[in-house]
């Protein structure tokens, strides 16, 4: 199928046409937005969540062109075949299985002809054992009394995604655990932590399915060095997360407990595994995992079953393309008018840019279309006074936005010029959407014109139920894929990172070098190479 | 000045062409960095700063011609008259002289004839005298207990600037105070801060300029209802930052204190006046507060006294300029290899967004080249594994790398592949700058191909010293505002966020309606609004 080649498609051409004529001034999103019953045409809503695209700049034969390019590329099709169990990892040779991490059915679900959901299954079963014990106090360390800091060791896709989701779940969190997280290899961040914790009541969970990453492996040490520097054995005080028969489960270096981790389920795609399930299981107790879980479930089924113009991962995904290749917009903004969701940007980043900032297709071939987009946010209403003078008056690019109907703190509720805060965030996310799309362009002032015609999506949850981020979770993931799958891409490696990875392996071992004999010099590294290490060596 | 059209420039025309040749595939960047002694040439230090832009895509005649342009566009003058208190935020009449907070010189700065020096001398010294007799435990709540919590309430300019700079300095918090931010007006940033502090002693600071921002105003409401509802009295558990006169400085609504701050410095560039002064006195002590205001004037100094090719801001704003303008990224990433450093993006991010995210020039014109970029970032090594993939291999955009050369926690030393944390986070950030700008272009698999050329800076100090933070800050100040000079743009207003707040006004009056009489219907909204109204009140 991605034989042919995706600009030569028929819909992709009268898309981009049609782009042309969109971009007419009487198509200004200020008239498309006059259109009666056009939220009604362009909102939709699917497994709990609503989605709102009445002012992307979009029309009713540009949607048309957009489902019909989703048809010729068979992404619906190519979902189905994800779930079950197809290498559609072409370069690394696997499956991409994180929606079987969230399956409650009893279909198996077969990779290479084995059915993996019993493993999955063992594995949910051994969080909540272990989890609900050590909630109990049934497991504790030496001293007897109960853990009550988490530190998570781990980088990238095994930090950000259960970051994203401690974050939003937070007012949730009643067991009593505070939860930290040991990612970035800087020693500072090691440092912090180390300034807040109790050791005899520190838990740590190493996360890494290689249990070889240059950062999680520096940081583990430092774990250990601080463990036994306080008369601890880190035996009683570590759980990995990691590949069977890695180096973290591995009978001779004991642990608290291992949990599994598959080379079926990527990083970034990996929050409702063991990674994302251990520590929100100790912060929120296993049930609210579950009902993540469940959430995450619901989207999957959604995207894999509802027909493409119903169907709301499908269509942001579109919508994506829609913006990104024809109206040509380089980066989209991520906003949600809810502080708990202030790691969704940053989880959304990673899984959208790593997944999708690619530059070859399934066969090798030189993406001949621009792919992925540069993914930034902060909450609202916030971001209005950061950045939205840009997103007004500057360089325009296209903004989700997400609404919470409910608040979790609901019991403040004073007014203030009449309204409550919640009412206050909700006058704000629906008059920027407002605001950026239809503009003002009389005034006298040429300062206090704005040009409008600035596109955006409302996504819209009930409430930061565990169900609904797993739903918000899933959403984001299966609209990457299917942005992938238009694309042609593959979206589920990333060897983007490997060159860097190199180069700091050769630095690592000069350096080691030096620290071994001081009169090392960097003669053979060149000009600049020479002039940071002698800096850094002093 | 602005008369001359930029566009048509010279200098300007040259580096249009110029930017032609730099394009071509002998000037890859893995070609211009074989010349010997680009380092020496393409790095500069200053203001106890190292900027080494060696693996910018420049050359010689491409910095000789952004040298002219600067000097066409009398940027230093420009700056000069900044510092001097001529209204160059002209929309507003009004100067911009923030700089003057963090001056320790005996020259009066005149704004409108009269030296605001003495007032600035008068609010350190409050801010000293404050913040030592409330640590020494002399000021208290009436429990007698010393304040252990602080929520600074204030949005925008008023929390993104304080944030950075105490998450920055948070290894040298050593009073006792924990910092909470209250900027959202979602109700869940409050409840989130509610549920951890203590009632007693904890202190309300009130940053807002003109004391009517929507925001802040619902949320001291918020803090008003829970201090009393504690059987306290807010007069003596707040304390407000505000202009002299506005309803927060009113002697029939008592505070512990009330601290000014001036119609001359804007909010984004407020850091260094009582905005940021009381909040991170408290948490530093003043001596360190100082320190900061002392490395910012160094900046300011350098920034304006040193010759152009020198000047490590101006450098820096030109070449945001050759980026933005002839190499046409569209954003920029900006990369700390210091996890302290974690909310340096997001205080850029509104810096340089807000400031330079402008459709006219001084004239009223329109601006006829892009200006302003989207700014994003992440620390690294944290970066590498989220949306580097894209970084490398998908669309290409500049970045800003800083290092850092001295950690905070250098105790914990543990060698990890025969390297500290702190030597492996530097292999990564030299690998990272190598690695964007040599790529890859030989490997039997495509999908392991980097193409390379993708320019980066990199910015180097000692320690996260408290001078250095102020060194830092005053850096992107200076960048940010040399870069409005060349563009001919106000980089101090922000009209861009008016339109939202206007709307919201609007919007908020009918939910108030609604709130008084439950029998209201939206019938006067629009078809949308409509619908998200009644979907929120149920």
Known sequence: MTKNILSSLPAWRQLADHAKTLALPENHLKFLLKESGRL?????????????????????KALHLLLELAEDRNIMGRFEQM???????????????????????????????????????RIRNDIKSFSDDLIA????????????????????????????????????????????????????????IASKIVPETTLWIVISKTYTTAETTANTLQAVKYITSHGLDPKNHMVTVTSKGSPGDDPSNPVLKTFHMFDYIGGRYSVTSAVGGVPLSLYLGYDRFEAFLKGAEEMDIHAATTPAQENLPLLAALISVWNINFLEYPAQGLIPYSSPLSKLAAHVQQLSMESNGKSVTLDGEPVRVSCGSIIFGEPGTNAQHSFFQLAHQGRPFPIDFIGVLNPCYDQYNGLS?????????????????????????EDPSPAKRFSGNRPSSTLVMDDLSPKNIGRLLAFYEARTVFEAFIWGINPFDQYGVELGKVMAGDIRKTMAEKNKNPDYRFDNRDEIQKFYLEMLFG
């Open 137 to 192: 106090g049934k497991i504790t360390g030496p001293s007897g009394m109960p853990f009550r800091d988490v530190v998570v060791i781990g980088i990238g896709g095994s930090y950000l995604g259960a970051e994203f989701a401690t974050t939003a779940l937070q007012h949730q969190a009643d067991k009593g655990i505070r939860m930290h997280f040991l990612s970035n290899v800087d020693i500072d961040n090691f440092g912090a």
């Open 40 to 60: 009604k045409k362009f909102s939709k809503k699917g497994a709990g969540l609503w989605l709102d695209f009445s002012r992307q700049r979009l029309d009713d």
């Open 417 to 441: 010029q009449g309204v409550t805060n919640h009412q206050e965030l909700w006058a704000n996310l629906m008059a920027q959407a407002q605001a950026l799309a239809v503009g003002k362009e």
């Open 83 to 121: 779930m079950g169990g197809d290498h559609v990892n072409v370069t690394e040779d696997r499956a991409a299985l994180h929606t079987a991490c969230r399956s409650f059915s009893n279909k198996p679900v077969l990779n290479d002809g084995k059915d993996v959901m019993p493993e999955i299954r």
